[in-house]
């Protein structure tokens, strides 16, 4: 009997370890801690701003600017503090469908985090205020409601997940300032989709850390014109870190835009 159960447990034992490979291999060699994954389905809430043209969510709390020309489109959020967390939730992609109303689609849309829902204190929560803390919220741009639900519904029931972003080339570096003081957005991170933290090297400096300033933007008060610049970065999700090597020439200037060979998965 006892030779049963030590031949029982070591077939366990060799099944477990299989489907850990295969999970392995279907993950394409990344370990199961490696990029960021979806997160469990949660309920909420989901209204719409502006029009069919997006023209109002163009700009926003995330710097991003012109929507289509920074690459998100129409399929964006404006996000309830809940979620926006000080503007580090900029960049992150979320599945929602609408549930348990008339007015509901079956479609499924993945919007990306581009601006904020303020507070209306002078609403109640469940009656105007939609985006008051502790509410988490989300504040659809037209187009993208519109995919969920009849836009004449004004608010529905949701269900919603944080989902990978999933980007096409190499993290985007918009420059502002001047050649005292450096400050970059961040378009097109891919994985969990948002920074935590930043580093910018010259080829004059050590790496020096950059201060969050708003939204997706992150800054250094140093002399780094005339350097070619590299920059690290770590997700605020994943908690990974990348380098992002000769990012930008050494004749960089404010108002451009530039692109790294390398992103989060």
């Known amino acids: 009997m006892a030779s049963f159960h030590h031949r029982w ?10 489907l850990a490979l295969i999970d392995r291999a279907i993950a394409g060699g990344y370990a199961a801690s490696s990029g960021f994954k979806a997160t469990p389905w949660k309920l909420a809430h989901a209204t719409f701003y502006g ?14 600017g ?3 020309n920074s690459g998100y489109g129409t399929d964006t959020a404006a996000l309830s503090s809940a979620l926006y967390s000080n503007g580090y939730a900029c960049g992150q992609c979320y599945q929602i469908k609408c549930m348990q109303s ?13 601006n904020l829902c303020p507070p209306n204190w002078s609403q109640d929560s469940n009656a105007g205020g939609w985006c008051n803390p502790p509410r988490t919220h989300f504040d659809m741009a037209k187009p993208a409601f519109m995919k969920i639900a009849q836009w ?21 570096f918009s420059f502002q300032g001047n050649g005292y003081w450096l400050l970059v957005y961040l378009m097109n991170v891919g994985g969990g989709g948002d920074i935590a933290s930043m580093w910018v090297k010259g080829t004059k400096t050590n790496w020096l850390s950059m201060s969050h300033n708003w939204g997706a933007s992150y800054q250094a008060f140093a002399t780094l014109s005339g350097q070619t610049l590299s920059f ?10 990348i380098i992002a090597t000769n990012v930008a020439p050494s004749n960089w200037q404010v108002g451009m835009t530039y692109q790294a060979n390398v992103n989060f998965k």
Do not use: Q, W
Request: aromatic share 12%; net charge positive; with cysteine.
């Open 66 to 68: 012109n929507l289509f």
């Open 9 to 18: 447990s070591f077939t366990i034992f060799l099944i477990v370890v299989t």
């Open 232 to 241: 690290k970065l770590t997700s605020y999700t994943s908690h990974e870190t």
């Open 51 to 64: 029009d069919e043209t997006a023209s109002a969510t163009m700009g926003g709390a995330c710097g991003y």
């Open 152 to 172: 004449k519904a004004g608010i529905v029931p949701i269900s919603y997940r944080r989902v990978p972003c999933v980007k096409k080339g190499g993290i985007k």
């Open 102 to 114: 008339k007015f509901c689609y079956s479609t499924i849309v993945t919007v990306t985090a581009t």
